[in-house]
């Protein structure tokens, strides 16, 4: 690779590392820590194919850090290899001045050196991220928008070697979420449970995943859509029997509400319920259930619930009620038009 990194995807630069290519400078920004933690990783490796693992390999935290302590790592010869690699973590964490002292090292920066820095956010008015940005070694490293997760771990499924069908796929969507670290982990359990290049199923997520998450709350949604008091309590004292945190329940309650206020939202524009569950971040198999739910909450119930459910939240952190009685009268209420 180039010493200046081009415009390319996250997953390209891991690509070209695997295959032995590092970039003089890599500017990795992003909040998605899976795949700037895999990006730093494969870099390392990179830098440490042709000489002793960590003996040229130094890591820097922004905060506090000066330019020229940066400077003097990355203009040092590596010993006994070819490469050296220096990680500056957090660098949005140093001073503007001190990070503008890196600017005319962007211009001409050391071939036998990787510098790799992270950042979840570049100050984009600093002279700094208009140098890494006009050398182009900024590889903006963004969350998969709410279809794409799908994709992301039907990849990661046979990356580990296992088939996944869409219909897996979306019932580990549907019990996790969005976060890829929670799914990587997830995948990564699965892999062991089901074995060695056996189909990852709907039916395994279910067994080992925790068909708690997925069900539960959704059954709970519906029951303080209908006002059924008893089974919304009902399904409060199961998830908290199985275990699930009282904070945890409330976040997965939350999250349910948002993918129907969305699946309002899209239901509204004139979209069929299978696209408005896509626009919505929820699997196309759950749509219709989805497209029900949503009857029970109009604009003005969505918005009460969200306000209630942020008092919980405060509750659940601050209070000495107990958590579990905490919860049951959010559940109450909720369950009043």
């Known amino acids: 690779m180039a010493a200046s990194l081009g415009p390319v995807e996250v997953h390209e630069v891991i690509e070209a590392a695997d295959s032995g290519k590092a970039p003089a400078v890599c500017v990795l920004v992003g909040s998605e820590r899976l795949w700037i933690d895999r990006a730093v990783d494969s870099l390392r490796a990179a830098c440490a194919r042709e000489g002793t693992p960590g003996f040229n390999d130094d890591v820097l935290e922004g905060k506090g850090l000066s330019g020229d302590s940066v400077l003097g790592l990355v203009r040092t010869l590596p010993m006994l290899a070819p490469r050296r690699f220096v990680l500056v973590r957090h660098c949005d964490a140093m001073s503007g001045g001190e990070l503008d002292r890196l600017v005319d090292y962007l211009k001409e920066p050391a071939p036998e050196t990787c510098l790799v820095m992270t950042a979840a956010k570049l100050d984009g008015r600093g002279r700094f991220a208009k140098a890494a940005r006009k050398a182009r070694t900024v590889v903006e490293v963004k969350s998969p928008k709410p279809g794409q997760v799908g994709g992301f771990v039907r990849q990661e499924a046979r990356r580990r070697g296992h088939p996944l069908d869409r219909e897996g796929a979306d019932a580990l969507v549907d019990a996790i979420g969005a976060n890829l670290d929670e799914l990587d982990d997830a995948l990564e359990r699965l892999s062991l449970y089901v074995g060695e290049s056996q189909p990852i199923t709907a039916a395994a997520v279910a067994d080992c995943v925790t068909h708690v998450k997925a069900e539960n709350i959704f059954t709970l949604v519906d029951a303080v859509g209908n ?110 038009r």
């Open 227 to 336: 006002n059924d008091t008893e089974l919304a309590l009902a399904t409060v004292a199961n998830l908290l029997a199985n275990r699930q945190a009282a904070l945890g329940i409330l976040a997965m309650l939350s999250r349910q509400l948002r993918i129907l206020a969305r699946m309002r939202s899209a239901l509204a524009s004139g979209l069929q319920p299978r696209e408005a569950a896509q626009r919505a971040g929820a699997p196309p198999f759950k749509a219709r259930d989805l497209a029900r739910a949503a009857g029970h909450f109009p604009r003005q119930r969505l918005e009460r619930a969200f306000g209630l459910l942020a008092e919980t939240d405060v509750a659940l952190k601050g209070s000495r009620v107990p958590d579990s009685l905490v919860l049951e009268r959010a559940v109450l209420e909720l369950c009043q």
